[in-house]
């Protein structure tokens, strides 16, 4: 099942922060986060693993919180840089194990920085 | 340090046609796994392909069809194609195992007519 994303869209200007937020109704291996400009590839940006860990990435950082099934993006002091798609991508634990390395994505969302 | 290579970049055909997409992996990498992206959504996984073998596979019809080589590099074959089937289609590679980020080619977007 699809990971839901929240917000859809966001604008900000220069210097802002933003939060996005990926929740899953099943249970959470890992998420990773992608930034997807117009017209390129999605970039890896960083993975999370259950267990609530955190990581960041320069302004760019993360969390997992294993209990609620979610992550969250935070991007502080946001640069013209950083607009583009961001999407949630899951692996999702089952009986069997994992299903590591099949990515189910978030429908995306939109973010806009304005000088 | 060469990564992810699509081919062919933009390809047009009409309904009922078959086509043939080419992924070459990252460096290193030996795992290889492909995405269909709709306009305006997450991209959508199709199946994985490790030791040349099909490991695991989304809920895309059998018209969908890979293969990988012993080089890792990989195609996706798409059989009776449908409008339904137009789409940018990405490939990813990664190192086999847990944990593991994918990086995504800049895609081949397909257009059926």
């Known amino acids: 099942q699809q990971p839901v994303q929240s917000p859809q869209a966001v604008i900000l200007r220069e210097g802002e922060d933003a939060v996005i937020n990926c929740s899953s109704s099943?249970?959470?291996?890992?998420v990773h986060w992608y930034r997807q400009k117009h017209g390129e590839a999605p970039v890896f940006l960083m993975i999370l693993l259950k267990g609530g860990e955190q990581k960041g990435h320069e302004k760019i950082s993360a969390s997992f919180n294993e209990k609620k099934q979610q992550s969250s993006l935070y991007l502080t002091a946001s640069q013209l840089s950083y607009s583009g798609t961001y999407f949630c991508g899951t692996e999702f634990s089952n009986a069997g194990g994992t299903s590591y390395g099949k990515l189910t994505f978030g429908q995306g969302t939109i973010l806009t920085v304005h000088p | 340090d060469a990564g992810v290579t699509q081919s062919p970049t933009h390809l047009i055909k009409t309904r009922g046609q078959q086509v043939t997409l080419r992924c070459s992996p990252k460096?290193?990498?030996?795992?290889v796994s492909w995405y269909q992206q709709a306009l305006g959504q997450g991209p959508q996984f199709i199946f994985q392909y490790y030791e040349e073998e099909e490991r695991q596979r989304g809920n895309f019809p059998d018209r969908f069809s890979g293969h990988q080589f012993p080089n890792y590099s990989s195609e996706l074959n798409v059989n009776a194609l449908l409008l339904g089937d137009s789409a940018l289609y990405l490939c990813a590679s990664s190192l086999e195992g847990m944990y593991q980020p994918q990086h995504f080619g800049d895609g081949t977007r397909l257009s059926i007519l």
């Open positions: 460096s290193g990498h030996d795992t």
């Open positions: 099943k249970a959470l291996y890992s």
